[in-house]
Protein backbone atom coordinates (compact mmCIF):
# COMPACT_ATOMS: atom_id res chain seq x y z
CA UNK A 1 0.00 0.00 0.00
CA UNK A 2 1.18 3.57 -0.79
CA UNK A 3 1.78 6.46 1.71
CA UNK A 4 -1.09 8.11 -0.02
CA UNK A 5 -4.27 8.47 2.18
CA UNK A 6 -6.71 5.53 1.38
CA UNK A 7 -9.79 6.19 -0.73
CA UNK A 8 -13.01 4.19 0.95
CA UNK A 9 -12.80 1.63 -2.15
CA UNK A 10 -9.28 0.96 -0.72
CA UNK A 11 -10.44 0.82 3.01
CA UNK A 12 -13.55 -1.21 2.18
CA UNK A 13 -11.01 -4.09 0.52
CA UNK A 14 -8.97 -3.77 3.72
CA UNK A 15 -11.57 -4.48 6.06
CA UNK A 16 -13.17 -7.34 3.74
CA UNK A 17 -9.51 -9.26 3.48
CA UNK A 18 -9.31 -8.78 7.02
CA UNK A 19 -12.63 -10.43 7.93
CA UNK A 20 -12.02 -13.27 5.29
CA UNK A 21 -8.56 -13.65 6.64
CA UNK A 22 -10.18 -13.74 9.89
CA UNK A 23 -13.05 -16.07 9.02
CA UNK A 24 -10.28 -18.45 7.65
CA UNK A 25 -8.58 -18.46 11.41
CA UNK A 26 -11.78 -19.11 12.77
CA UNK A 27 -12.55 -21.86 10.65
CA UNK A 28 -9.34 -23.34 11.70
CA UNK A 29 -9.97 -22.66 15.76
CA UNK A 30 -6.95 -20.20 15.40
CA UNK A 31 -7.42 -17.37 18.14
CA UNK A 32 -3.75 -15.23 17.41
CA UNK A 33 -2.98 -14.61 13.83
CA UNK A 34 0.20 -16.68 13.10
CA UNK A 35 3.42 -14.18 13.86
CA UNK A 36 1.57 -11.48 15.51
CA UNK A 37 3.89 -10.02 17.72
CA UNK A 38 1.90 -9.26 21.35
CA UNK A 39 5.14 -8.08 22.86
CA UNK A 40 4.18 -5.29 25.46
CA UNK A 41 0.44 -6.53 25.40
CA UNK A 42 -0.82 -7.39 29.12
CA UNK A 43 -4.09 -8.37 30.55
CA UNK A 44 -6.14 -10.21 32.62
CA UNK A 45 -6.30 -13.30 30.57
CA UNK A 46 -4.11 -15.70 29.02
CA UNK A 47 -0.26 -15.55 29.44
CA UNK A 48 0.73 -12.30 27.67
CA UNK A 49 3.77 -11.41 26.75
CA UNK A 50 5.30 -11.16 30.57
CA UNK A 51 5.43 -14.53 30.67
CA UNK A 52 7.32 -15.38 28.02
CA UNK A 53 11.38 -15.40 27.98
CA UNK A 54 12.93 -12.07 27.01
CA UNK A 55 14.33 -12.06 23.52
CA UNK A 56 16.33 -10.14 21.29
CA UNK A 57 15.17 -8.64 18.29
CA UNK A 58 16.58 -11.17 16.05
CA UNK A 59 15.28 -14.67 17.81
CA UNK A 60 11.76 -12.50 17.99
CA UNK A 61 11.92 -12.46 14.27
CA UNK A 62 13.22 -15.69 13.41
CA UNK A 63 10.53 -16.78 15.88
CA UNK A 64 7.75 -14.64 14.31
CA UNK A 65 8.65 -16.12 10.27
CA UNK A 66 8.69 -19.57 12.13
CA UNK A 67 4.70 -19.37 12.89
CA UNK A 68 3.88 -17.39 9.77
CA UNK A 69 5.46 -20.04 7.67
CA UNK A 70 2.62 -22.61 9.35
CA UNK A 71 -0.33 -20.40 8.47
CA UNK A 72 -3.16 -22.35 6.94
CA UNK A 73 -4.79 -19.56 5.40
CA UNK A 74 -1.61 -17.87 3.82
CA UNK A 75 -3.51 -16.69 0.85
CA UNK A 76 -6.30 -14.90 2.53
CA UNK A 77 -3.32 -13.43 4.60
CA UNK A 78 -1.60 -12.30 1.69
CA UNK A 79 -4.43 -10.44 0.72
CA UNK A 80 -5.06 -8.87 3.79
CA UNK A 81 -1.35 -7.82 4.11
CA UNK A 82 -1.63 -6.55 0.43
CA UNK A 83 -3.94 -4.51 0.79
CA UNK A 84 -3.82 -3.17 4.04
CA UNK A 85 -1.50 -0.58 5.83
CA UNK A 86 1.38 -2.31 8.39
CA UNK A 87 0.05 -0.09 10.92
CA UNK A 88 -3.40 -1.32 10.46
CA UNK A 89 -2.53 -5.08 10.05
CA UNK A 90 -0.93 -4.75 13.44
CA UNK A 91 -3.41 -2.58 15.05
CA UNK A 92 -6.27 -5.49 13.76
CA UNK A 93 -4.14 -8.99 14.72
CA UNK A 94 -4.30 -6.97 18.17
CA UNK A 95 -7.11 -6.08 19.02
CA UNK A 96 -8.66 -9.49 17.42
CA UNK A 97 -6.35 -11.44 20.08
CA UNK A 98 -7.44 -9.34 23.14
CA UNK A 99 -11.40 -9.57 21.88
CA UNK A 100 -10.75 -13.21 21.47
CA UNK A 101 -9.05 -13.64 25.33
CA UNK A 102 -12.16 -10.99 26.35
CA UNK A 103 -14.99 -13.88 24.49
CA UNK A 104 -13.19 -16.68 26.32
CA UNK A 105 -13.28 -14.77 29.77
CA UNK A 106 -16.96 -13.72 29.60
CA UNK A 107 -17.83 -17.96 28.23
CA UNK A 108 -15.78 -19.20 31.27
CA UNK A 109 -17.01 -16.66 33.76
CA UNK A 110 -21.27 -17.56 32.67
CA UNK A 111 -20.41 -21.41 32.55
CA UNK A 112 -18.91 -20.91 36.40
CA UNK A 113 -22.13 -19.35 37.21
CA UNK A 114 -24.32 -21.65 35.50
CA UNK A 115 -23.11 -24.20 37.58
CA UNK A 116 -23.58 -22.54 41.23
Request: charge should be positive; hydrophobic fraction near 30%; glycine fraction near 6%.
Amino acid sequence: MSNAAPTRSNRQRCWDNRDAYYACLSKHNIQNPPGTDMTGIKGPLGSGSFAEPPRSEVERAQLVAQERSKDPCVRERDAYEGSCAQSWIEYFNKRRVLEERQNKYFADAEARAMRR
